[in-house]
């Protein structure tokens, strides 16, 4: 009876655990496609005043940020179980951006 007790307590934290590490990567995906949308307006900027070197570096950067969004959101997807992880961070980081002008 001990040893069925200790297993589903057991059970029990290692879910909770699990639970609250897929937490933690759904905002890092959402600061991530924060920094992500930033580099892609620098890189814009600069392509905008002909500031051709730097540009084609903010891209590359800026290209770098789109495969960990996506290696990020399979990763959620596939081992956490989290439908449509990419979007649901998009509208987080729509949100968040949204709240801090002060738009309702």
């Known amino acids: 009876m001990k040893k069925v007790i200790l297993f589903l307590l057991g059970v ?3 879910s909770g655990v699990f639970a609250q590490t897929a937490a933690k990567e759904e905002t890092k995906l959402t ?3 924060v920094d ?3 580099d892609k307006h620098v890189a814009g ?3 905008k005043h002909l500031r051709v ?3 084609l570096r903010n891209r590359r950067v800026v290209r770098a940020d789109r495969r960990h969004i996506r290696r990020m959101g399979n990763h959620l997807e596939n081992r956490h179980g989290v439908n449509h992880p990419v979007h649901k961070a998009k ?3 729509k949100a968040m ?3 801090k002008k ?3």
């Open 31 to 33: 600061n991530s496609i």
């Open 45 to 47: 900027r600069n392509l």
């Open 12 to 14: 029990a934290l290692t």
């Open 36 to 38: 992500k949308k930033a």
């Open 102 to 104: 002060g738009k309702d």
């Open 91 to 93: 509208v987080r980081a």
């Open 97 to 99: 951006k949204d709240a």
């Open 53 to 55: 070197k730097k540009a």
